[in-house]
């Protein structure tokens, strides 16, 4: 079974820093668009970052504009993993984050993405 499970959500004061991972089993995601959405409460699911395979172990990355100067997304193709840096985090951060992988960067992008994690919490408040 396809599963992908996120960590490193918690806790952190404004302008402090935060690393999420998302372990991915049950398939190779090397090929794959993989990465983030966030999903604040009364709010929409929101595009976060993905990385979208390139050829060989390279990967590009896309951010949304809301997040691009403070975070950075990494993937590991032989680890199955996924990662996502979050520097300067502030109170507008706050929302329950979720590990995605898409054949295509279109439908990640479309909020359409083939397996979901099932999110990690990340809180950012004095």
């Known amino acids: 079974q396809v599963q992908l499970v996120e960590s490193g959500g918690g806790l952190v004061q404004p302008g402090g820093s935060l690393r999420l991972s998302c372990a991915a089993s049950?398939?190779?995601?090397?090929?794959?668009?993989m990465g983030w959405f966030r999903q604040a409460p009364g709010k929409e699911r929101e595009f976060v970052a993905v990385?979208?395979?390139?050829?060989?172990?390279?990967?590009?990355?896309d951010y949304a504009d809301s997040v691009k100067d403070r975070f950075s997304i990494f993937r590991n193709s032989a680890a199955n993993t996924v990662s996502l840096r979050m520097n300067n985090l502030q109170r507008e951060d706050t929302a329950v984050y979720y590990c995605?992988?898409?054949?295509?960067?279109?439908?990640?992008?479309?909020?359409?993405?083939?397996?979901w994690g099932q999110g990690t919490q990340v809180s950012v408040s004095s």
């Open positions: 990385a979208t395979w390139s050829g060989g172990t390279t990967y590009y990355a």
């Open positions: 995605a992988a898409a054949a295509s960067e279109s439908d990640f992008l479309a909020r359409r993405p083939d397996y």
């Open positions: 049950g398939r190779s995601f090397a090929n794959y668009a």
